[in-house]
């Protein structure tokens, strides 16, 4: 699950506008973005199912070159 937690984190952070990259974003505002997306994957497990939360993220990583697809099989 942190890799899915990383990535929803990310995907915040990166619409949150901040100006450095996340790599150099301190790491209470990482927690921070960590803490909120464990928080959206919650509410979305419970309100729609697991599924929501694995086409979010397969969709996040289509678009991001930061991570790699993610294998169907």
Not at 1 to 10: I, K, T
């Given at each position: 699950?942190?890799?899915?937690?990383?990535?929803?984190?990310?995907a915040f952070y990166?619409?949150?506008?901040?100006?450095?990259?996340?790599?150099?974003?301190?790491?209470?505002?990482?927690?921070?973005?960590?803490?909120?997306?464990?928080?959206?994957?919650?509410?979305?497990?419970?309100?729609?199912?697991?599924?929501?939360?694995?086409?979010?993220?397969?969709?996040?990583?289509?678009?991001?070159?930061?991570?790699?697809?993610?294998r169907t099989h």
């Open positions: 699950m942190d890799h899915e937690v990383d990535a929803v984190a990310l990166d619409v949150s506008g901040y100006a450095r990259p996340w790599d150099e974003a301190s790491p209470v505002v990482r927690e921070q973005m960590r803490e909120d997306a464990r928080t959206a994957i919650r509410s979305l497990d419970e309100y729609q199912g697991v599924n929501l939360v694995d086409d979010f993220l397969v969709a996040l990583q289509a678009n991001n070159p930061a991570y790699p697809p993610r």
